[in-house]
């Protein structure tokens, strides 16, 4: 774990919120740190004689946030909410809100109220995969007294908000030391603290990096490379699997062969059945990924076992409910495939499988991997979830799947199915058509051959033909027939 921080560059910087950006892009940049939106960090200052707090908005990304991603609240009001001896999310959510110093000024994270009662002027927040393959072991409190030593406090698996803000507090007021410089929460992440940028994010380094080097210590680190080469899927057996994912879902889904090869030697490890349903290294990463994997191709006989454990662990009342179809999908022929609304959710939820394997595979070759309660993982399903069908309002197209067929005199077609959230497969003769594009829900082609497999390989399925001849027509006949869309005549 490499300190990446330079201090020249961080002292030519006009002020500290300046310098609080730049070491969370440093943390952001690192996605064995965090990803997509997850983690956060603060600053505590005096603006006009009143201490405020500026907390990463929620929803950014660390590693893209800007100084207006930060929302900036007054300490005093939102630090009592810690004396309360219950105090529910959303009324929490209303209570940040109405300390904001400027009401435009984004939503404050989920972990406002615990970066405000840590007495530190810099706090870091991290879902380190380290620190997570040490923590999500049966013995993972002594696992991280070993590897960190007294230098953090070591809080248990509460739900992020005010639950966990207020077990925080208390195992901090009763355990922190002078030597106390960070904080992990089993089944969750890392806090790391300080009183100048360099030595918050300093902090943050020094501890994962402790971790790192236990997980090598006890030969739990390295994870075989062996790059076998990944079988391609049989199409149509692929279109059929998207078509029941989908099904499942209740709405279309691209699913992706993603050719990983850590995804493959997964597939294909022999306590697959046992590891990959302990549930997720931690809980942000049930929102892209669900709370296991799909094992084989059985997506059907999967949404029936998930919609158990919805039925069994949802809240009396809940908000929504997420679907009980599969995300992420090991076969020990294909490897790793994903499911998603759309093609860059297919990114995400691949990156997140790949960081989820190795902190896994660390976690059983130190000990053995565990994960938390099926209730814990639901509750943050629900409260991080949703993005989906948001996405769907915005773009009713988002999961289909278009061939394009005489691409290059269809771009305005083309750029509206994207636009409408479509993923594309363009074909046309010419290399330009690779190129008419560039997004990740676009790939062009110059043979059919390769629209057919690569393309399907990589949004899963076509769901509408446009501008084909009859040999065309005939190729994606039954590919059509395994389309998950289904439309009025
Ligand atoms: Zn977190």
Known sequence: MKNLIDLRTLTQLPDELAQRVYTSRLLGGDHSMVMHGGGNTSLKVVEDGEEILYVKGSGSDLGLVETADFAPVRLVPVRRLIELKELGNDAMIAAFRAALKHPHAPR???????HAVLPFKWVEHTHADAVLAVADTPHGADHLRAALGDAVVIVPYRHSGFELAKCCHQVFTRDATAKTIGMVLLHHGIFAFGNSAAESYGNMIELVGRAEDYLKSHAAWDIPTE???LPPAEIHEFA????????????????RQTGDPLGL??????????????GP?????AVFAKRVALLGRDATGFASVYARYLADHAPATPAWLPDPAPRVMFDPEWGLSVAAVNAQYADTAAEIAHHAMEIAWRAQALERYTSLPPREVLAAEIDYGGFELKIRRAAPLSGEVALVAGALARRDEIADLLEQGAAVIGLDEGEQVAALFASPAYLGFSDVK????????QF???DRLLGGNE???????????LSPVTRGH
Request: aromatic content about 2%; hydrophobic content about 45%; charged content about 20%.
């Open 265 to 278: 030697a997964y597939a294909r490890r022999p306590d697959l059945a046992e590891i990959s349903q302990q």
């Open 281 to 285: 290294a931690t809980p942000h990463h």
């Open 460 to 462: 899963g399925g076509i």
């Open 450 to 457: 390769n629209a057919l497999s690569r393309g399907i390989h």
């Open 471 to 481: 040999r065309l027509e005939a190729l994606c006949r039954p590919l059509l027939a």
């Open 108 to 114: 404050p994270s989920i972990e406002t109220l615990l």
């Open 227 to 229: 790059s076998r080469a």
């Open 240 to 255: 059929a699997l998207r078509r029941d994912i989908s099904r499942a879902a209740g709405a279309p889904l691209l699913l």
